[in-house]
C-alpha cells in the first residue's frame, strides 16, 4: 500500500511531468491547469514577479510564439518534500532539441514550485525561475554541466 505523502510526491511529480510536456507542446491550457487563482511568480525576466493565474496565462500568451516550433525539455535532480497540504519542489532543466540558430536559452536553468493542496486537488501557488550568476561581474552564467 503507497502512504498518502508517497501517493502526494506522486501526483507531484505527475503534476511536473504534466506541465513540461504541456510546455512541449505550447499548450497553454493545460499549462494553467493546475495553478491558484493567486499564485505569486518570480521568473528570469521582467517583469520579475506576477501575481495571479490571470495575469502569469497573459505572460506565457505573449512569450509562447517566440519560442521554437519543436523543442524537448530535460529535468534532473527533482526534490520533493511533501506533507498533508503543502509540498515543494526544486529541480534543475534546460531545453533540448532546439534548432541550433533559435535564440531561447540552451543552459541549465533552476526551479523552484510551491504547492497548496485544496479540495484534493494540488495547486502552483509559487513558482521561482532563476539562472546562477556571477557575483563579480553581475552577468548570468551559461552552462552545459551543473
Partial sequence: MISENNNNEIQIQ???TNWTNALCLKDINQMMSNY???VIIFDIK????TKGAI??????????PYFPESFQ???????IHVSDN????HWLWRFTEVPENHRILKTWMRATMGYRKQNEQWLIVHE???LPFNPETSQVVFTSDP
Fill in 46 to 49: 521582467p517583469p520579475f514577479q
Fill in 36 to 38: 491558484a487563482d493567486d
Fill in 73 to 79: 525539455i530535460e529535468t534532473r535532480d527533482i526534490i
Fill in 86 to 89: 503543502v509540498a515543494f519542489a
Fill in 55 to 64: 495575469e502569469w496565462r497573459r505572460m506565457w500568451e505573449k512569450c509562447l
Fill in 14 to 16: 505527475q503534476l511536473i
Fill in 128 to 130: 521561482h525561475a532563476s
